[in-house]
């Protein structure tokens, strides 16, 4: 699929990103992880949420997270494809109204060519919070 | 969300259904994950692959899956979401080339206000196809 019209990066690649993310999510790099998106990104946290777009949101979006001490532990290895989308299935370890929580996650997130994440949404509802 | 101008099958029922899907997979009842699905429904799988679309050819899809004898191993708990979509991370146990193999995948499916399947997606790459 890389030689077609609309070239992606490759599945080893993508899945790469998503290893970074994790890692700098969890040493609280929220400026780190805002570099792994393009400039106008849009992150849909959860999938049926308002999505928020571009750069300056997505930073203030991960600031808060990493500030609110959350850790996210990745549960199996993540997916890539023959396209330009990869998936990251993960918990979310977070305090939630002053108890500690558990949130299962999956996040799909498409690529540019350049490797940068363009978009991110995160499958997860209601009934996947879990007070531990 | 339930209550906008777009209803669709709360998280849990999305879930249920992700679960019915792999059990009636692999009882070998094709028909019966067809049935799971919109008569209008497409499948990508692997994303990045020409969908397929409707359901004569969704039922062959899963005809000739099953007939391999593949099997799906559930390896972490669906996530559901807030809008009409949820996920499933699983293995793929299956002979491929004469040989046991396991494919990594996270589908996604799309759900329409009637609970059946309107879309999955199909996430793995060529890297994550391990010869066992």
Do not use: C
């Amino acid at each position: 699929m890389s030689q077609g019209p609309n070239p992606h990066p490759d599945s080893a690649a993508m899945k790469a990103t998503l290893l970074a993310y994790v890692e700098r999510f969890n040493a609280g790099d929220a400026q780190g992880v805002a570099a792994l998106y393009a400039d106008d990104a849009t992150v849909e946290d959860p999938v049926g949420a308002q999505p928020i777009a571009g750069k300056p949101a997505i930073l203030a979006f991960y600031q808060h997270a990493t500030a609110l001490g959350a850790r996210l532990e990745v549960v199996a290895p993540p997916r890539g494809s023959h396209g330009n989308a990869a998936a990251l299935t993960f918990a979310v370890h977070a305090r939630l109204e002053g108890r500690p929580a558990r949130i299962d996650v999956t996040d799909i997130m498409s690529f540019g060519d350049d490797g940068r994440i363009r978009s991110m949404r995160a499958h997860w509802g209601p009934d996947d919070v879990h007070f531990v």
